[in-house]
């Protein structure tokens, strides 16, 4: 309620607020260590306003299902080939899904006596499934991609069929996305081969930056007059942010 606003502590506000700040750099920060080897010399504002974009996005639709095309979007006008701008949410998103599995397995294989909620053993076990699955695309779309062709193609051939679409109009877009999977493959296996440092990289600071996200809302938490211990804080945001990613 407008209440408990009213009764913030301006301290845990204040240290919010400058987590907040933290959080948009680090998000274009994950970025731009791969836009900088995808075009040196690029500024790092747009890096971070594509991480903004995404975050904005993500915020107001469903299922946070625009954040990523408005991330390719600015990076794409920020001169960044499309193809390569798809390879870094690709590998952004490994780093995240590897973050969220990891603790869930960890969960399930060292923790699992001390969970005494059948209902948070259910969740644990359905959330390792949906890693496994999460997993499994990823690597398709790492080494896979002709699936991705095939599945293009196999949609080109379904919409040859309807009369009112000019089977020119189908053909040149089947030709450029076949196109634009080269190029991301291309890049993906770049940094995968020739950068793992990069990739390495970003999946550290995808683990710095779901930690100062859950430290935000503790300190929110706090700020609210809730006696919030952190660990139990973290372990409630883990468990809820990996399930809103499906």
Request: charged share 10%; net charge positive; aromatic share 12%.
């Amino acid at each position: 309620s407008l209440a408990a606003f009213g009764s913030l502590s301006p301290g845990y506000v204040l240290a919010a607020l400058l987590l907040v700040g933290l959080d948009l750099l680090l998000g274009g920060l994950r970025n731009h260590i791969f836009i900088r080897k995808i075009q040196p010399g690029a500024d790092f504002m747009l890096s971070f306003r594509a991480n903004a974009a995404n975050m904005f996005m993500g915020a107001v639709t469903p299922s946070q299902g625009l954040g990523g095309p408005a991330q390719l979007a600015v990076l794409n006008l920020g001169g960044i080939p499309l193809g390569a701008a798809v390879s870094v949410s690709v590998l952004n998103f490994t780093g995240t899904i590897l973050f969220f599995g990891t603790g869930v397995a960890a969960a399930l294989l060292f923790f699992q006596r001390w969970i005494l909620s059948g209902t948070i053993r259910s969740i644990l076990w359905g959330c390792a499934g949906l890693f496994l699955v999460a997993l499994f695309m990823l690597a398709a779309a790492l080494f896979k991609p002709s699936w991705i062709k095939g599945f293009i193609s196999g949609t080109a051939s379904l919409l040859k069929r309807v009369p009112r679409i000019p089977r020119s109009r189908i053909v040149r877009g089947e030709a450029f996305l076949a196109r634009k999977v080269d190029e991301y493959h291309s890049w993906c296996l770049e940094f995968l081969l020739r950068s793992p440092g990069v990739v390495m990289l970003s999946i550290l600071l995808t683990v710095v930056l779901y930690l100062n996200k859950f430290t935000i809302s503790w300190l929110i938490a706090r700020g609210l007059g809730l006696d919030a211990a952190w660990a139990a804080m973290f372990s409630s945001l883990y468990l809820v942010t990996f399930i809103s990613y499906f």
